[in-house]
Structure formats: structure tokens, C-alpha cells
């Protein structure tokens, strides 16, 4: 279940080769890659041309809860499927484990705890089997050590 955050669509906005090749990627998975809210408002500017690559972009995507997002879930052969963690927002157990992450987190030198990362972290943990494509691996890596999921990874772009 692909995962972005903001380093990901800035990248795919710019069309750096890798981080499109990997959209290219995913684009056949059944979970839509997951941008939530507050990536895409750290990204999204009114330049024409930024928002005629986000829009392309976003087609692929799935924005939880936002009522013009694409759905989560591809369409199958059997209906479309939904996915529980898109559709339940984050409760405060979700809010309270954010903090934790935020305030456990052993950064780089020079880094400052980052609510948006460390809310991206945990919805690919509520996810499960997760990937994660970031600009900031040891960023991302830090708060996924505190959360401690079984089954997610992180992918430079």
C-alpha cells in the first residue's frame, strides 16, 4: 500500500525520474496511493503549472475523507472494495501515538518534529503493509522506530 509524502509529490511534481517511475509503479495496486490532507496542502500552490502536475498526479491518489478525491479502493471484477482506514478518520489514541512519535523520535541533527511526517507514519501503520515514499527515509525511519510497525518500509525518492 504506497503511501506519499510531501518530499514524494514535490518530486512528482518536478517529474524526477525516479519518483515517477515508482507512481508509474503503483498505479496497478488496489489501494490507490495514499496523500493525506496536509501533504497535499504543504505542496499545493496556485501556479498553473504545479497544479496541472498535481492534478495528473492526484488522479492516482487517494485523498482520505476529502469528498473529490478519487476512492481509495480500484474497482474489481467483484464491486469496489472499501478501505476501513480511509474511511475512519484518526481518533485520539491515533492523535495521542502522533505525540508520542513526535516526542520519542530520535531526529537527525538538525531536525525538528513534524506533525504532518509523523501523522503520514502512522497512517501507513494503520494501514499495514505499507511503503512509504519520502525525501526525508531518516525522518520518516525515526517515527516508524517509535511506532514500531511490522510491516512498513520506507523508500527514498
Same mark, same amino acid.
Given at each position: 500500500?504506497?503511501?506519499?509524502?510531501?518530499?514524494?509529490? /514535490?518530486?512528482?511534481? *518536478?517529474? %524526477?525520474? %525516479?519518483?515517477?517511475?515508482?507512481? &508509474?509503479? +503503483? =498505479?496497478?495496486?488496489?489501494? =490507490?496511493?495514499?496523500?493525506?490532507?496536509?501533504?497535499?496542502?504543504?505542496?499545493?500552490?496556485?501556479?498553473?503549472?504545479?497544479?496541472?502536475?498535481?492534478?495528473?498526479?492526484? @488522479? $492516482?491518489?487517494?485523498?482520505?475523507?476529502? @469528498? /473529490?478525491? &478519487?476512492?481509495?479502493? =480500484? &474497482?474489481?471484477?467483484?464491486?469496489?472494495? &472499501?478501505?476501513?482506514?480511509?474511511?475512519? #478518520?484518526? $481518533?485520539?489514541? *491515533?492523535? =495521542? @501515538?502522533?505525540? /508520542?512519535?513526535?516526542?520519542?523520535?530520535?531526529?537527525?541533527?538538525? %531536525?525538528?518534529? *513534524?506533525?504532518?511526517?509523523?501523522? +503520514?507514519?502512522?497512517?501507513?501503520?494503520?494501514? #499495514?503493509?505499507?511503503?512509504?515514499?519520502?525525501? !526525508?527515509?531518516?525522518?520518516?525511519?525515526?517515527?516508524? %522506530?517509535?511506532?514500531?510497525?511490522? !510491516?512498513?518500509? +520506507?523508500?527514498?525518492?
Amino acid at each position: 500500500m504506497p503511501v506519499y509524502d510531501t518530499g514524494m509529490l /514535490t518530486a512528482l511534481a *518536478d517529474r %524526477k525520474a %525516479k519518483a515517477v517511475a515508482l507512481h &508509474e509503479g +503503483v =498505479r496497478s495496486t488496489p489501494h =490507490r496511493a495514499l496523500v493525506l490532507g496536509p501533504v497535499l496542502a504543504q505542496v499545493w500552490r496556485p501556479r498553473p503549472a504545479l497544479v496541472h502536475a498535481l492534478s495528473g498526479v492526484l @488522479r $492516482d491518489c487517494a485523498v482520505p475523507q476529502a @469528498r /473529490t478525491s &478519487e476512492p481509495p479502493m =480500484r &474497482e474489481t471484477k467483484a464491486g469496489r472494495p &472499501e478501505c476501513l482506514a480511509c474511511a475512519t #478518520g484518526p $481518533d485520539l489514541a *491515533d492523535w =495521542r @501515538r502522533i505525540g /508520542t512519535a513526535l516526542g520519542q523520535a530520535v531526529l537527525p541533527v538538525k %531536525k525538528r518534529p *513534524d506533525a504532518v511526517d509523523a501523522w +503520514v507514519a502512522l497512517a501507513a501503520v494503520r494501514h #499495514g503493509s505499507a511503503v512509504i515514499f519520502t525525501s !526525508d527515509p531518516d525522518d520518516l525511519s525515526a517515527y516508524l %522506530k517509535v511506532l514500531a510497525p511490522p !510491516d512498513v518500509h +520506507v523508500v527514498a525518492v
